[in-house]
């Protein structure tokens, strides 16, 4: 049994991991500043595990607040999820968005050195490849960038690198995320994004709750299957697992390493939609807009790395997927409140 620091833990993805962390025997410490997620989250996990998780609601860039957590807890080893994730509003709000993602990392870094817990696994995005040479993309396909909120994602992961470098008692693992979608089983724990969504599966959500009207397809003449883009969606939970494995991983080796969590699949905006509609059992209504811009045709995984490396390979069915998201939406409509 391991004593796991999880920054972010009940973020959308940090609630799912802690839970997979907790029901494989690990003992599970959570900070989060409750910046993007509700306290709620917590009854939630104790709900489901029968365990609360020790919290404290913390900003990640208070480094005396993090001491305080070290020296209470013999940490093994940190899942930094903390972080701000919206890419149109990263272009906005570049400084605040450096500042979070890099000076809070930073900040939890510095901490980790000194108290002398060297083993991390951060959460990286498939943003970093930008725009692919081709499909499925490998981890050692080139990297880059085209807005703040990738760029604080690659910065993270060559920090981290040069960490490694410089001292071979660390062990990271970069995580790159395609797209994750769905929600617990239980309808308890899921995505509630603030404002309207941007991603594709919460507006659909939406749409299918009746809060928006119709799904905007942006573009449907790409080079895809029906010219609209394709994805790799990954469910939740399943990504969720992966942090179970990644952080065993990660606590028998030394040095970096990046890994992509997808399941290897595409599909593109039409598919998922149907699948949606399939799941809630009603007709969705969408127009074709433009296309996005900085958008790409198609973007997904190889997943030989992570099934060789960390023994781990996603199960859900994008059906699956949908009908999940579906269950916590209606069960959740105005999203993760103290109403349990
Ligand atoms: P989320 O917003 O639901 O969770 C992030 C959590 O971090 C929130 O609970 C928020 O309150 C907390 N937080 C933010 N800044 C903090 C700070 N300074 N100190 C303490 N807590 C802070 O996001 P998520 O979807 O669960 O994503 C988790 C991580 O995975 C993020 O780093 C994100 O960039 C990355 N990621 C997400 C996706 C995705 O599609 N959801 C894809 C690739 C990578
Ligand atoms: C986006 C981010 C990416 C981030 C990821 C996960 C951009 C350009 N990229 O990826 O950096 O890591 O989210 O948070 O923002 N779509 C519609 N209508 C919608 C919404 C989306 O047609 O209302 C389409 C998109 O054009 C795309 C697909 O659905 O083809 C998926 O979009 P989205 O869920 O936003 O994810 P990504 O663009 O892959």
């Known amino acids: 049994m391991s004593k796991i620091l999880v920054t972010g833990g009940t973020g959308?993805?940090?609630?799912?991991?802690?839970?997979?962390?907790?029901?494989?025997?690990?003992?599970?410490?959570i900070v989060d500043n409750l910046y993007n997620s509700n306290i709620a989250v917590l009854d939630r996990i104790e709900k489901l595990t029968g365990v609360r998780p020790t919290f404290y609601e913390m900003d990640i860039l208070d480094a005396d607040g993090l001491r305080r957590v070290f020296h209470e807890h013999k940490i093994d080893a940190v899942i930094h999820f903390a972080?701000?994730?919206?890419?149109?509003?990263?272009?906005?709000?570049?400084?605040?968005?450096?500042?979070?993602?890099?000076?809070?990392?930073?900040?939890?870094?510095?901490?980790?050195?000194?108290?002398?817990?060297k083993t991390l696994v951060f959460s990286s995005s498939a943003t970093v490849y930008g725009s692919p040479k081709s499909c499925p993309i490998e981890e050692d396909f080139p990297v880059s960038t085209t807005n703040p909120y990738g760029s604080t994602k690659l910065m993270n992961e060559m920090i981290l690198k040069d960490i490694c470098i410089s001292d071979p008692e660390w062990s990271v693992l970069c995580l790159r995320y395609f797209n994750p979608i769905g929600a617990h089983k239980s309808g308890l724990l899921g995505e509630v994004p603030n404002g309207?969504?941007?991603?594709?599966?919460?507006?659909?959500a939406r749409v299918a709750i009746g809060q928006?009207?119709?799904?905007?397809?942006?573009?449907?003449?790409?080079?895809?299957?029906d010219g609209t883009g394709v994805r790799d969606y990954i469910h939740v939970v399943d990504l969720a697992k992966?942090?179970?494995?990644?952080?065993?991983?990660?606590?028998?080796?030394?040095?970096?390493?990046?890994?992509?969590?997808?399941?290897?699949?595409?599909?593109?905006?039409?598919?998922?939609?149907?699948?949606?509609?399939?799941?809630?059992?009603?007709?969705?209504p969408y127009k074709v807009v433009e296309r996005r811009s900085g958008d790409i045709a198609t973007c997904f995984a190889s997943t030989t790395k992570a099934k060789e490396v960390l023994g781990w390979e996603a199960n859900y069915t994008i059906?699956?997927?949908?009908e999940d998201s579906w269950r916590f939406t209606q069960m959740n409509p105005k999203g993760i409140g103290t109403d349990l």
């Open 12 to 29: 959308y993805i940090g609630s799912h991991a802690c839970v997979e962390l907790i029901e494989s025997g690990n003992e599970v410490v």
């Open 83 to 117: 972080g701000y994730k919206a890419v149109g509003e990263s272009v906005e709000k570049p400084l605040e968005y450096y500042h979070n993602n890099i000076t809070g990392s930073l900040t939890l870094y510095m901490v980790m050195k000194e108290v002398g817990c």
């Open 196 to 204: 309207i969504p941007n991603n594709l599966v919460p507006y659909i």
């Open 212 to 225: 928006l009207e119709y799904l905007r397809v942006f573009g449907d003449d790409y080079d895809t299957v």
């Open 242 to 284: 992966g942090h179970v494995s990644a952080v065993n991983h990660a606590l028998g080796v030394k040095g970096f390493d990046t890994i992509n969590l997808g399941t290897g699949n595409g599909y593109s905006v039409l598919e998922v939609l149907h699948a949606y509609e399939k799941a809630c059992g009603k007709t969705l």
């Open 319 to 322: 059906d699956e997927m949908c």
